[in-house]
């Protein structure tokens, strides 16, 4: 099966930051790659579509990019509301559909 | 807007059966295909299973492949997971998930259920 891997797995950053994280995918997945946004005790929000598209009424900070096996989510300037944990997915290969292991947003 | 409100979760023993269900409403249900999307306390996402918009073709990982089984009631807005011979690593929080993509299943899951937890425990 196709694996997803993201990293980091957590990190602490401040108000302010710039924010990188990225989704390796084991086989090339074209743009078919989502992340999405889980808070404690919520459930996952999807923050960007087709690697680079911004789902309506998502903050312009948040964006996407790459295409094949490398993918990148980008927090252009990380707000108290952002501290959550990020998950990418694929939908090239369906079934199965698949997740990272998600990063983990702490604040510093 | 859409909702998605699961329901049937609780305290199971291994090897009991339970079934989930999920009521929609805000959109067209029986345009749609969907899944459920299960995450094991403190672990990841995982995805569980997909039905088509009309119930025609069902999907599942090899995890639960033989166990479970999605199904749907177009004339309620319901969706259904049967979950047989539980195991204690099926214990997690089960989502009820839409597709984005009208009759075709995309796997682009767009919008999210709070959950229903899922305990298999002796």
């Known amino acids: 099966d196709l694996q997803l891997t993201q990293s980091p797995s957590s990190l602490s950053a401040s108000v302010g930051d710039r924010v990188t994280i990225t989704c390796q995918a084991s086989q090339d997945i074209n743009n078919y790659l989502n992340w999405y946004q889980q808070k404690p005790g919520r459930a996952p929000k999807l923050l960007i579509y087709d690697a680079s598209n911004l789902e309506t009424g998502v903050p312009s900070r948040f964006s996407g990019s790459g295409s094949g096996t490398h993918f990148t989510f980008t927090i252009s300037s990380l707000q108290p509301d952002d501290f959550a944990t990020y998950s990418c997915?694929?939908?090239?290969?369906?079934?199965?559909?698949?997740f990272g292991g998600g990063t983990k947003v702490e604040i510093k | 807007q859409v909702q998605l409100v699961e329901s049937g979760g609780g305290v199971v023993q291994p090897g009991r059966p339970l079934r989930l269900s999920c009521a929609a409403s805000g959109f067209t249900f029986s345009g749609y295909a969907m899944h459920w999307v299960r995450q094991a306390p403190g672990k990841g996402l995982e995805w569980v299973a997909l039905i088509t918009y009309d119930g025609s073709n069902e999907y599942y990982p090899n995890s639960v492949k033989g166990r479970f089984t999605i199904s749907r009631d177009n004339s309620k807005s319901t969706l259904f997971l049967q979950m047989n011979s539980l195991r204690s690593e099926d214990t997690a929080i089960y989502y009820c998930?839409?597709?984005?993509?009208?009759?075709?299943?995309?796997?682009?899951?767009?919008?999210w259920g709070q959950g229903t937890l899922v305990t298999v425990s002796s």
């Open positions: 998930v839409k597709d984005r993509r009208a009759s075709s299943a995309s796997g682009l899951l767009d919008n």
């Open positions: 997915q694929q939908y090239e290969y369906l079934p199965p559909l698949t």
